[in-house]
């Protein structure tokens, strides 16, 4: 690994009046604490939900089901939005978070997150509509809610399987 991605040791004093400034000026750009991510996250979640799949999921999942998750941060950066997950029983989740794009501004993505038939993996499918939802549903029913495993297309490969111990190259 290249070390361009090590933070350069701190010039200057921890009580210098930069280091002051600095502290400022992270308080001041902060959109707020992991606790209230995780809970705009839980709420957003249950309002889609509410709006958009009033029939079905609005039906079934109780709003106090949502699990909130903050946003993951690298070097300074968002990397995922803050998201939140339900579950739905038999090994199925829902998640949801906000894809935010500078021309669109936020938009909300709803996951439905299926095992698979092999028990090694799950399936992601991105939902549209509440139409698609149920008969996704339908679909799933007669194996009572698993994805059938295609070995021409694995495509439950979200959960890779952990790579034995020093069997690392
Ligand atoms: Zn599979």
């Not at 361009?4 to 502290?23: K, Q, V, W």
């Not at 297309?153 to 979200?158: G, R, Y």
Request: hydrophobic fraction near 35%.
């Amino acid at each position: 690994m290249a070390d361009t991605l090590h933070t350069p040791a701190r010039p200057y004093d921890p009580h210098s009046p930069l280091a002051h400034l600095m502290e400022l000026a992270a308080e001041a750009v902060d959109e707020g604490s992991e606790e209230e991510e995780r809970d705009t996250a839980e709420t957003s979640a249950a309002h889609w939900v509410y709006r958009a799949y009033t029939y079905s999921l609005a039906q079934a999942v109780d709003p106090d089901t949502w699990q909130g998750y903050p946003t993951v941060r690298e070097h300074g950066t968002r990397r995922f939005e803050a998201s939140a997950v339900a579950s739905l029983g038999g090994g199925l989740w829902l998640h949801h978070t906000l894809h935010i794009t500078e021309a669109d501004g936020a938009s909300d993505v709803l996951t439905l997150i299926v095992p698979c038939t092999c028990g090694r993996g799950y399936t992601d499918i991105v939902l549209d509509t509440e139409e698609v939802l149920l008969e996704l549903l339908a679909e799933l029913r007669p194996t009572h809610g698993l994805s059938l495993h295609d070995d021409r297309t694995p495509d439950c490969h979200s959960v890779q399987p952990v790579p034995a111990l020093g069997g690392r190259p």
